[in-house]
């Protein structure tokens, strides 16, 4: 019998090598995880980012080079105290990571055992450990038993081309229902955890979700849960709770969005030939050039999610661009794309017939009408003037 799920389709030769030739034929592909996929999905009109991530460019190198290096990322200390809570939290088989599950999950079930399976899921190479990982989740959902899967490896196709994720953890129940466990190191303070946080933990589960949902298909009794499990310290120890987290909106809009981005095929046609984003072979001048080809959708929330993000402000602010003042001023601003544009209408200089631009003109009166000096304006009473009789 075949691997399950089979791979995807094999990409045509020339796409291959066209993808190669954009980030450098001696440059190993960038692979793509599931937090690329969340700020992808969260910015589906840029092709710049949607073009790099398909072809595996090192988007950091490729950022240091331009000039603009990215100034993000976790600290060393952050990833080693996180990697110390989720050895505690996966140890002794996964004891207390069940336990935190059947409590906050699945209470009718039978409470896991101290004989709960934990498969190995070694294997060759991503495809290979996709392959293991879809195995064991066949195996795990035919044993009706409590079934922890550790960093198992899932399949997504995003934009034509194959990526391969590795969540904390999913869990098999009893009932053939399975349960991604998002595992982090910040805080569960009182019950509750940093909103912006669990949104983006939230994100980036609706991934795994997704992926975990192309498997499941093709396996009867199985079902993918739309509550996910997130584990994080408790308090300011460094023991473990957790909480239930509906991410169906999420998995909703990210599906949407991964849906709408434009082919990495379609992207790659469009650019001539001989562009590259290898910085080891082009000089800083063809870089920015080559990156200028494609075109991108600067928001300033980019600056928390892409590599590129200080490059693409540089540029959306030296072409005057309204999109650098973001997306809701965007939004507001309809026709008028530049800064120059809108403070024309403001001034009244704008096209008359535009209702955004009389909006302006308008706003700015008020505006300035507010903010005349005091001695133009006419005199309060004083507090002493008596009250008048009528």
Known sequence: MSSYPPSSP???TSLRQRLAGLRGPAVPPRPLDARALAALAANPGC????????????KTALATAL????????????????????????????????????????????PPGAGA?????????????AARTA??????TSAKDWTLLDHPMLALEVAGSPAYLEPDAVVVHPDGRWTVVEIKSFPMIDGA?????????????AVYVLALERTAGK????????????????DFSNLPTAAPVDIRRERSVTRRQLDRLTRVEELAAALPEGLSFDPATRTAEELVEAVSAVD???APECLAACELAFHCRDRARSADQVTALGRSVRGELGALTTVEAALAAAAGTGCAEDPTAAALHRAARLRAEALEPAAVRPPHPSPETPACPC
Do not use: W
């Open 10 to 12: 094999a990409q045509p």
């Open 47 to 58: 092709g710049r980012r949607a073009l790099l991530d398909g072809a595996g460019v090192d």
């Open 67 to 110: 000039g603009s290096p990215a100034a993000f990322g976790q600290s060393q200390f952050a990833i080693v105290r996180g990697n110390s809570f989720e050895a505690k939290v996966k140890g002794d088989g996964g004891a207390e990571l069940l336990r935190l599950v059947h409590a906050h999950l699945d209470t009718a079930a039978e």
């Open 117 to 129: 399976r934990v498969p190995d899921l070694t294997a060759a190479g991503p495809e290979g450990r």
């Open 135 to 140: 195995l064991a989740l066949r195996e795990a």
């Open 193 to 205: 955890a940093d909103a912006a946080k669990v949104g983006a933990a939230a994100r980036q589960a």
């Open 219 to 234: 396996l009867p009794g199985a079902e993918v849960g739309h509550t996910v499990l997130l584990v994080c310290p408790k």
């Open 296 to 298: 991108a959708a600067y």
